[in-house]
């Protein structure tokens, strides 16, 4: 069942969604060579408590980290470990901050030191095709008009759309109906409303779109091994559009 937000519930997820977005602007500083992925976890973990919240995938159906950290072929859900960053990396890191109840969730895809043109055009284009889908979102739009925006952008640059991964609702869950694929066909799938609170979240393959899972069950990574880029904010559908709640 898909959730109609309260304005109660609103005012939750907007604190929730700030602790995210401000959790992002302060690890920027720290994402450069030689930092670990573990250190950048306990950073956030730190800083999300200091906010009055808790993380959101910490434990979350056994998930050890704090933040997911994926690098370079990881498309998602990296977990935080000795792996140190090195110049020339791009690291995707997923952030959810729960507060009283409430869950904020974005990934963010960030440059470590100087980085190749073609994956910083990965980068660019896979937050364009984030706006891209967001731009379509008010009160009578459809899920599928979401994804059909996004793989368009992904189309026009010969960009890999994964499948199998999708946005999401967002609420007093971390994940919550509706799905949000990043493709489909327009005028298809559920009906926004105002009220609905969704995270949409493009991940884009240099290469192929297919993807694999490593042993420790949680990393997924790209099948041939090229850079992923992964953008996300959660949003609030509202009559005539939308409201970032992660906002950067």
């Not at 730190?46 to 009055?52: D, E, L, P, T, V």
């Not at 999708?166 to 869950?173: A, I, N, R, T, W």
């Amino acid at each position: 069942m898909i959730s109609i937000k309260t304005p109660r519930e609103i005012e939750l997820l907007r604190v929730a969604g700030e602790i995210v977005g401000d959790t992002h602007k302060y690890l920027i500083p720290f994402i450069k060579p030689g930092i670990t992925t573990k250190e950048l976890d306990d950073l956030a973990h730190k800083y999300i408590i200091s906010r009055g919240a808790t993380p959101s995938f910490k434990g979350y159906e056994g998930y050890p980290g704090s933040i997911c950290t994926s690098v370079n072929e990881e498309v998602v859900h990296g977990i935080p470990g000795h792996r140190k960053l090195r110049d020339g990396d791009i690291i995707s890191i997923d952030i959810g901050a729960c507060y009283k109840g409430y869950h904020g969730d974005s990934a963010w895809t960030y440059t470590v030191g100087q980085v190749d043109k073609e994956i910083l055009e990965l980068m660019q284009h896979t937050e364009e095709s984030l706006f891209a889908g967001l731009s379509v979102v008010k009160e009578g739009a459809h899920i599928g008009d979401i994804g059909y925006a996004v793989s368009e952008v992904a189309k026009k640059y010969h960009l890999g759309v994964v499948k199998e991964l999708v946005g999401h609702g967002v609420g007093s869950h971390l994940h919550e109906m509706p799905d949000v694929p990043n493709y489909g066909k327009q005028g298809t799938g559920p009906v926004l409303k105002a009220g609905m609170v969704i995270a949409v979240e493009p991940m884009l393959n240099l290469g192929t779109p297919n993807i694999y899972i490593l042993d420790d069950d949680w990393t997924i990574i790209t099948a041939d091994d090229k850079p992923s880029a992964h953008f996300e904010h959660t949003i609030l559908v509202t009559k005539d559009g939308y409201e970032i709640l992660t906002k950067r």
